[in-house]
């Protein structure tokens, strides 16, 4: 008799506790932390989840403005080139995204002095040569098409500056 109410008590404690009892007992994780690890694990993936919808949105953000910036562009009348739409650079290494192009010749020493004015107005040109023989002023550098647009506006307010200035695009 007592050992059927042993194996009964054992039984209806087995059927109580269920495999967490044993779980425990092999220090492996309960149901419970089963399920805690489950939605810690979900919430992990809805931040990663919600992180690349924000660079996407980033992304979005800057391109329909660099579209807005384009548009803006060509209502100035700006004219944007690419140095390979004009042969390629020859030597020059330029740093930047971008340059507004004041001048460009092909006597070398025009290019010089429109640099020089440049200069003398508070800019820091840069003389960019191409592999047409060309020799192109640029001045106010930037690495984003908003700059660009900026220094363009500030740029045909000066008195240097000639009718037909343009927008390098360095890639």
Known sequence: MKKVLLFLSVLSLLSLSGCDMFRRLAGRPTAKELEQLKVEALKRQEAVHMARIDSLKKVEKTLSDSIAVLDSIRQLHGTILNPSEIGGLFTTKLDFMYYIVVGSFK??????????????????????????????????????????????KQVRTEKFCPDDVWILVND
């Open 107 to 152: 006597d070398r020493t025009n290019a010089e002095s429109l640099l020089l004015e440049a200069k003398d107005e508070g800019y820091q040109p840069v003389l960019i040569s191409f592999r047409n023989g060309f020799n192109a002023v640029g001045i106010a550098p930037a690495n984003d098409l908003f700059h660009i647009f900026q220094s363009l």
